[in-house]
């Protein structure tokens, strides 16, 4: 009798135990220009680096240094080397891909921290993965979404206004506009993208655009001070030689809208 | 006669004159008590932070650290000394025209401001961070100012001159002393645009994390180059069972790429960690790490340093503490 009341509670607990969270996740991660890579001393423009979703931070790194992607983890601090099959490319998102990490943990990769560099080394093959240069100067609007993938993904999620878009395709006049942001910038990543996709939508020859880049903290910009930028990001637009607008705050929540509102029916001066 | 048929008239002009020099002594002693009381706030606004306020000096002249901090202690010292001096009426030239001069000064450092494209929003003025004033904003409110320490100068009469070296002193040495003390003193909340009662909105913090405007949260302010922040992560960590705690967390630290990522690589934070323009979050702070709880968008309690562990294990649990 007891034997049919134990098994039972056995096989009851042994399933509802909670079992250790990387053995089970499945983790998602999206392409990020935040963090570039190093192989043997040297830039890695190919590599291609994807950052978790939710934190803790996690990272996967395609990179010519292993023949095999790179799964880092921060908390707790390891890397290690993932068959690739564990890794799939999500069909509607080209910049998001997921992470089976559960099975056996093996390919431990040893890790250590040499100042902003995490320095991943097996049998002296080493891979640093550390923070991006920033972005500076002036960039075109495929630059921009080429080495910020983050840009190129959440412009994708934005619905602009139609309205304002079709207001946007029937300029005839020639329209520049000078967009400051700066890649470092957590702000400019949520809102930014609104106005690439804008531009995207839009394509039209009467506008041009021109990104610039500004470097994070103190450092001075020359044309980001010509142009008095308070904060960032800034779009400055022009016509005829002269700014007729800028979207600042606010305006940066439908750029399409804001856009729209300042150039219709405003000639060049 | 004639006299007599004229007396009426002279004794209207002189009535009208008494009136006149009445109303310039009052007008001229309201607008320095006014002035007086503006200075007295704005010496305690700044003394709550003095390091702020050296910073703020800093921006200005090209001084090394603690000679603008010996600066800013100096200056609260005599912002104090002087307000009080007005604020009892006490009208002698020399410290009217010192009145002249410091309102004068502060305009001058707004128009420094707007001509050299200063922040666009921020702790402008006066004072400090309890008022949150644009440069424009702020220059039409030290014109007043300026105007007023003008107006000071009617009406005064010997009765004004009198000294009044006591009072003044004691407000000086309470200002100096209350500025060097500051720190050491539990006023975080006083000093700071971060606190209880206060909205998401107010603080600035929305714009680096919307996500604060519902539900509760955690929000930790760091300093990524600080061993007692990378400490802090670790507690958090083990405290609110992070990842997939109840209780949302999330960090906020200076924009520094290259000081991010080796945090990240250091500190191993199991939550978030967002990056604020250093301007931002030095009005939410006296001393790093520095935290409060927010709750359907306004901050709810603070805390120098983090949650004390009983705090921490309420919030683990999903409970406000």
Known sequence: ?269 | MTNHASWPVRRGAASRAVGRDRLEAGAGSLAARLLGLVLLIAAWAKALDPELFAIQLGELAPLPSPVAYAVAIAAIGFEAGLGMALLLGWRHPAVLLLANATFVSFTGVVVWHLVGGGEPAGGCGCFGQLLERTPRQALWEDLGFVALSGLAWLGRTPRSAVPRWRPVAIAAISGVALAVCAPWLPLDDQATALAPGVGVGATRLEEVVPELRAGHHLVVLLDRADPASTDSVARLNERLKLPGGPTPVWGVAEDDPELAAAFLWTAGPAFEVRSAPRRMLRRLHRSLPRSALIDGGRVVATWTGLPGDRDLDALARGELP
Request: some cysteine; overall charge neutral.
């Open chain 1, 1 to 269: 009798m007891m034997r049919f009341i134990m098994i039972p509670a056995v096989l009851v607990a042994v399933l509802a135990a909670p079992r250790h969270h990387a053995l089970a996740a499945t983790i998602e991660l999206a392409g990020t220009g935040q963090f570039q890579v190093q192989s043997k001393g040297t830039l890695e423009p190919d590599a291609r680096v994807y950052r978790s979703l939710d934190p803790p931070a996690a990272f996967l790194v395609f990179t010519a240094a292993f023949p095999r992607p790179v799964y880092v983890t921060t908390a707790p601090r390891s890397a290690r080397l993932i068959d690739p099959k564990r890794v799939s490319q999500d069909s509607a998102d080209p910049d998001l891909v997921r992470v089976d990490t559960s099975g056996s943990q093996e390919g431990f990769l040893s890790v250590r921290v040499d100042g902003a560099n995490l320095v991943v080394d097996r049998d002296g093959i080493t891979m640093t993965l550390t923070a991006s240069r920033p972005v500076l100067g002036d960039r075109t609007l495929e630059d921009v979404t080429r080495v910020l993938p983050e840009y190129r993904r959440n412009a994708t999620r934005y619905r602009p206004d139609p309205r304002a878009l079709e207001t946007l395709r029937g300029l005839q006049q020639p329209t520049e506009l000078i967009v400051f942001f700066g890649s470092w910038c957590p702000h400019c990543e949520r809102v930014m993208p609104r106005l690439v996709r804008v531009l995207q939508d839009v394509d039209s020859a009467a506008i041009t655009v021109t990104f610039h880049g500004v470097p994070p903290g103190e450092a001075q910009d020359p044309l980001a001070d010509e142009y008095r930028i308070t904060g960032l990001p800034t779009a400055v637009v022009r016509r005829g030689g002269k700014e007729l607008t800028r979207i600042v705050g606010d305006g940066w929540d439908a750029p399409e809208s804001s856009l729209a509102a300042a150039l219709a029916g405003k000639p060049a001066r």
